[in-house]
């Protein structure tokens, strides 16, 4: 693996790793955690390969050609062990959890005699899908790991982890880059990605270039457009909220894509709204609402987000959303509130 497949804002991030593996100083559990879209599983990808690489070549990187790094590119490399939830076979969706079975599984292989005598490294993607019979079961081996063996978790939501594990990882912190970097390498990436089109797919994706990389290669950018102007067309009593809300369709995950892009405009509209800052398109309607109409509004968002994953409806969570947002958009006085 080449210096390439290390994203160019990950550079220090890797050099601080080579540096505390030389030394002998990397720890045997590391969680790489960060936003959704900022490379945490192309770094974990680059430093597995380095782990279980033969030969090693200049600045850390795995060398590409030694038996491990083949068997690394075909997916079949004996002492690597990638985690993550099952699919169902009764329901064909993903299950929640990253099973206990699973990881007493993961357990018992470690504890093997490494093929080659080299190290073996296992990834829980993410570290989030673990619940407490897993994390109980992950602590046994973190706290008697066998030698030369690493463990890395992959999470977004890093503080939902038990303390208990949080406390026996070496933290790696994933940020967004810089919006000069991140739009460097996304014209790099699709260089339709200009203007007014580049900047909003940073700003739906919260600054995450590969989050935003999807989006546009999905089409969800272009849903994510329709959507923003639907919000602005119901604020400006162009659209009943109620046929805004019958756009989004009652498709669970669609509705759920729906939600996290509304929480990013509802956040951009506090931004603008706290800092004064202009903006041309949502300028107007952030002067008036007031910022705690603006954080209840984000919070009920939030709320429906949750209510998603159980049994509600989604096109009413959508409906009730939508007339929530017209009436704080047409509501008078409410930059006073």
Same mark, same amino acid.
């Not at 210096?3 to 804002?9: F, N």
């Not at 490379?39 to 690489?53: E, H």
């Given at each position: 693996?080449s210096?390439?497949?290390?994203?160019?804002?990950?550079?220090?991030?890797?050099r601080?790793?080579?540096?505390?593996?030389?030394? #002998?100083?990397?720890?045997h559990?590391? %969680?790489?955690?960060?936003?959704a879209?900022?490379?945490k599983r192309?770094?974990?990808s680059?430093?597995? #390969?380095t782990l279980?690489?033969?030969?090693p070549a200049?600045g850390?990187?795995?060398?590409?050609v030694?038996?491990s790094c083949?068997?690394? +590119?075909?997916?079949?490399h004996?002492?690597?062990f990638w985690?993550?939830?099952?699919v169902?076979d009764?329901?064909d969706k993903?299950?929640?959890?990253?099973?206990?079975?699973?990881?007493?599984?993961?357990?018992?292989?470690?504890v093997?005699?490494?093929?080659?005598g080299?190290?073996?490294?296992a990834l829980?993607?993410?570290?989030? +899908?673990l619940?407490?019979?897993?994390?109980? /079961?992950?602590l046994?081996t973190?706290e008697e790991p066998?030698?030369?063996?690493?463990?890395l %978790? &992959?999470?977004?939501?890093p503080?939902?982890? !038990?303390?208990?594990?949080?406390?026996?990882?070496q933290?790696?912190?994933?940020?967004?880059?810089?919006s000069?970097?991140a739009?460097?390498?996304?014209?790099?990436?699709e260089?339709?990605?200009?203007?007014a089109l580049?900047?909003?797919?940073l700003?739906?994706?919260?600054g995450?270039?590969?989050?935003?990389?999807?989006?546009?290669?999905s089409g969800?950018?272009?849903l994510?457009?329709?959507?923003?102007?639907?919000? %602005?067309d119901?604020a400006a009593?162009?659209?009943?909220p109620? +046929?805004? !809300?019958? /756009?989004?369709g009652k498709d669970?995950?669609?509705?759920?894509?729906w939600?996290?892009?509304?929480?990013?405009?509802?956040?951009?509209?506090?931004?603008?709204?706290v800092s004064g #800052?202009p903006?041309?398109?949502?300028?107007a309607?952030a002067?008036r609402?007031?910022?705690?109409?603006l954080q209840a509004? &984000?919070d009920e968002?939030h709320e429906?987000a949750?209510r998603?994953?159980t049994s509600?409806s989604p096109q009413?969570?959508v409906?009730?959303?939508m007339?929530?947002?017209?009436r704080?958009?047409?509501?008078?006085?409410? !930059?006073a509130?």
């Amino acid at each position: 693996m080449s210096a390439a497949a290390i994203l160019p804002w990950q550079h220090d991030l890797w050099r601080i790793v080579g540096e505390a593996r030389s030394q #002998q100083r990397l720890a045997h559990a590391l %969680l790489l955690a960060g936003p959704a879209g900022v490379g945490k599983r192309t770094f974990a990808s680059a430093l597995t #390969q380095t782990l279980l690489c033969e030969a090693p070549a200049a600045g850390g990187y795995a060398c590409r050609v030694c038996r491990s790094c083949v068997q690394f +590119a075909a997916g079949s490399h004996p002492n690597l062990f990638w985690l993550r939830p099952l699919v169902d076979d009764k329901t064909d969706k993903q299950k929640r959890d990253i099973s206990v079975e699973q990881l007493r599984d993961m357990g018992d292989k470690l504890v093997l005699s490494a093929h080659y005598g080299g190290a073996k490294v296992a990834l829980l993607d993410p570290a989030d +899908a673990l619940n407490t019979n897993g994390v109980n /079961a992950l602590l046994k081996t973190i706290e008697e790991p066998p030698p030369n063996t690493y463990l890395l %978790l &992959i999470s977004e939501r890093p503080m939902a982890l !038990a303390a208990t594990l949080r406390s026996r990882c070496q933290r790696l912190r994933f940020s967004p880059p810089s919006s000069d970097e991140a739009q460097a390498w996304l014209q790099q990436q699709e260089p339709v990605l200009t203007g007014a089109l580049l900047e909003h797919a940073l700003t739906s994706s919260q600054g995450a270039p590969l989050r935003a990389l999807a989006a546009h290669r999905s089409g969800l950018l272009d849903l994510q457009r329709k959507w923003r102007s639907d919000w %602005l067309d119901v604020a400006a009593q162009k659209r009943p909220p109620t +046929a805004a !809300a019958v /756009a989004v369709g009652k498709d669970r995950e669609q509705v759920s894509a729906w939600l996290s892009a509304f929480i990013v405009f509802l956040a951009e509209l506090l931004r603008v709204r706290v800092s004064g #800052q202009p903006s041309a398109d949502i300028g107007a309607i952030a002067a008036r609402i007031a910022p705690s109409g603006l954080q209840a509004l &984000i919070d009920e968002a939030h709320e429906s987000a949750r209510r998603i994953t159980t049994s509600a409806s989604p096109q009413l969570v959508v409906e009730s959303l939508m007339i929530a947002w017209w009436r704080w958009s047409m509501a008078r006085g409410a !930059a006073a509130r």
